[in-house]
């Protein structure tokens, strides 16, 4: 049995490995799977198996998955593209026979107002389509998430959204990666679904009170309407679609799809969510 990390060249996945090396799963049944192989080389060095896996190419797909092996899917980074390429992914699991296929979803997937949770919500009804066993980890927001709003604080004194008083349960990617690595090498997963944030849900105010201490400088909340957001936007050079679609992710945060704090990140971890303050220095 190994444990298949999909996206392990990325910043979730490599944390995942990580967890799973330092919770004392041997090197030998880990495979870090990615694209770049060459970003791996580290891993290789440590024991770590490596393949490259790419979810356009089923050859590379059924050439790192095996019968009984646990598979964490890292969703693809192309919203446009993944739901064909997490299909692909599902379909030479189901060939190999693996034991376990974990998922990273989106927090409250089934009924979040969020853009991206469409595509979400479509592999985890492809993920119970293909029958293989299977458990849900719906990540929140990443505190990471918010590294320009810490910058656009340092630089000018505040933090600008459109979210109004809407609430942010976020949690470091390493948290995250806790909470999947617990699962990975964990049992009794089979059919859960992990509704994953971090144990404080914060609002924009609090967001600005929390970089002002960080910062050691004054910060406050600009509030803007989400025409006024998508304007700010545009004006430092996105299109008007891609700002339409950032302010929209606000416009969902203050309809509440992001403030759930279920604990259930922190009892996986086997230990609280990183605070935000915590967070944010690690950010600067
Ligand atoms: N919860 C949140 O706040 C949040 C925020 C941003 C993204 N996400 C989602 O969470 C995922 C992981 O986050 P992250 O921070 O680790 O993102 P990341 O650093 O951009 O990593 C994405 C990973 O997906 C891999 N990937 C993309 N397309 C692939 C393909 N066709 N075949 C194989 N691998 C492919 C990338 O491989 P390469 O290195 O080879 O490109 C990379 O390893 C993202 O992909 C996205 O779906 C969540």
Do not use: K
């Amino acid at each position: 049995m190994s444990i298949v990390v999909t996206g392990a060249t990325g910043h979730l996945g490599r944390l995942v490995v990580e967890e799973l090396l330092s919770r004392g799963v041997p090197a030998e049944e880990v495979v870090a799977g990615g694209r770049r192989v060459e970003a791996l080389t580290g891993l290789a060095g440590r024991g770590v198996r490596v393949a490259r896996l790419d979810y356009d190419d089923p050859a590379t797909l059924d050439a790192a998955l095996g019968a009984g092996d646990r598979l964490l899917l890292v969703s693809g980074s192309d919203p446009e593209a993944r739901v064909e390429q997490h299909r692909a992914v599902l379909a030479a699991a189901a060939r190999a026979g693996v034991a376990l296929v974990a998922y990273t979803s989106i927090l409250r997937a089934d009924e979040s107002p969020l853009a991206l949770a469409a595509t979400h919500r479509q592999t985890e009804a492809d993920l119970r389509a293909c029958g293989l066993p299977a458990v849900l980890l719906r990540n929140g927001w990443y505190t990471e998430n918010y590294a320009q709003a810490l910058q656009e604080a340092a630089a000018t004194g505040a933090v600008t959204a459109s979210a109004g008083d809407g609430r942010v349960a976020s949690a470091t990617r390493a948290d995250y990666a806790a909470a999947a690595a617990a699962v990975l090498a964990g049992e009794g997963h089979e059919g859960a679904v992990y509704e994953l944030s971090g144990d404080t849900a914060w609002s924009f105010d609090e967001f600005a009170a929390a970089a002002a201490e960080v910062l050691g400088r004054d910060v406050s909340h600009r509030r803007l309407s989400t025409d006024e957001h998508v304007a700010s936007l545009t004006g430092v050079g996105l299109d008007e679609p891609t700002a339409r679609f950032v302010a929209g992710m606000d416009t969902a945060i203050a309809q509440g799809a992001l403030d759930s704090t279920t604990g259930d990140l922190s009892r996986l971890a086997g230990r609280p969510s990183t605070p935000l303050t915590d967070a944010l220095r690690g950010l600067l």
